[in-house]
């Protein structure tokens, strides 16, 4: 299926601009949440994923279903093509792009989380996934970003059934022959566990930006969200820094932020305004917060610099697809300069197959 291009200049407060476009939709009719996708051999790769299968909700008796199919869409196709298949169905791992090879961390499916860890590569037609070592412990709702060679992860939950965040911190210097190379525990950062956190890479340092703490209030048995503003920085060489507040929570944004220019680009999340009425709203939901949000390296601070594209039909609540949304769970890649925001979930419970890109430009 081909979808016609289309570009929309957007001029908005602060100092950058943002031309977005459209790619070809992804040839599923729902699309997928917590994918994994980068990039390789000129094509951007979106792999794995879970959804609830069309016309299906999980609170009208809806089942998710659990990806292993691998797709590509060679830049300047009109159209996506299936590669191949994962090990296994699993998704909401953390996903990068390193030396042209898309690389996956953890992960879950419905029954348990995963310390799986993988390369895939693409070149001439041909699909090879190499194994990295296992993460130190089952891990998925991470996040993670690359300095370098070296990948950090921060975060997540060991288990589907986990009552509590984890408080973890590991890199993986992958630089290193494959023999040699080993996960380090790091000292986590100096506030609450979390999952579905924001990371970031901006000038040799590691940002952790928002995310959610799971609570179980005092005679209660159930875990309950918490949705988190607060932000650290990591530098190698000396630690943990504590930085400014976010203005609002962009749990489960595109990760990793996108860095430009000095300045760290947030695209979307959710902010937790809704998340108390999600079971009320159900198909009326109207989607996440879309404000763009950008961290100042020279001003150590946060300002809106503008907003996802989005495009809202009159059917929007029983045809979400013919709508274009501000999406969450899925990763930020960054394809020859243009931001890539491959699928991900629309609103609680449902996805979008629509693949959105952006180039930001300082003006």
């Not at 890649?333 to 890539?340: A, F, K, L, S, T």
Request: proline share 8%; hydrophobic share 40%; with cysteine.
């Amino acid at each position: 299926m081909t979808l016609t291009i289309m570009t929309q200049a957007c001029h908005q407060e602060g100092e950058l601009d943002f031309a977005w476009r459209q790619l070809p939709q992804l040839p599923d009719p729902v699309g997928f949440a917590g994918a994994f996708s980068g990039i390789s051999g000129g094509h951007l790769l979106v792999a794995g994923g879970s959804n609830f299968p069309e016309n299906t909700r999980p609170w009208s008796g809806g089942t998710k279903y659990w990806s292993d199919r691998i797709f590509a869409l060679e830049k300047g196709a009109a159209q996506w093509k299936e590669i191949g298949r994962l090990p296994k169905p699993m998704g909401y791992g953390v996903s990068l792009t390193w030396r042209d090879q898309l690389v996956m961390l953890g992960g879950a499916d419905q029954q348990e989380h995963y310390r799986d860890a993988y390369l895939l590569r693409y070149a001439d037609d041909q699909l090879v996934t190499d194994t990295l070592p296992d993460l130190p412990e089952p891990n998925a709702y991470a996040s993670g970003a690359l300095i370098g060679d070296v990948v950090y992860i921060a975060g997540g939950l060991d288990a589907p059934q986990a009552q509590s965040c984890k408080h973890s911190f590991w890199s993986l210097d992958l630089s290193k022959p494959a023999a040699e190379r080993q996960w380090k525990k790091l000292d986590p950062w100096p506030g609450d566990p979390r999952m579905l956190s924001v990371a970031g890479a901006m000038d040799g340092a590691f940002y952790l930006l928002s995310g959610v703490l799971l609570e179980v209030p005092t005679g209660d048995s159930l875990a309950r969200r918490k949705y988190l503003t607060d932000a650290f920085r990591y530098l190698p060489d000396s630690g943990w820094e504590k930085i400014s507040d976010l203005p609002h929570a962009v749990a489960a944004a595109p990760s990793p932020a996108h860095a430009e220019g000095g300045q760290l680009l947030v695209f979307g999340g959710d902010d937790g305004s809704l998340a108390d009425q999600n079971s009320i709203l159900k198909d009326e939901h109207p989607g996440f917060n879309t404000a763009i949000v950008v961290y100042d390296q020279e001003t150590a601070g946060w300002r809106k610099a503008g907003s996802v594209l989005t495009d809202k039909q009159p059917d929007a609540e029983n045809n979400p697809n013919a709508s274009t949304w501000a999406p969450v769970t899925t990763p930020l890649v960054v394809w020859d300069g243009e931001v890539i925001l491959p699928t991900g979930e629309a609103r609680p419970g449902v996805r979008t197959n629509r693949v959105l890109a952006v180039k930001p430009s300082t003006k």
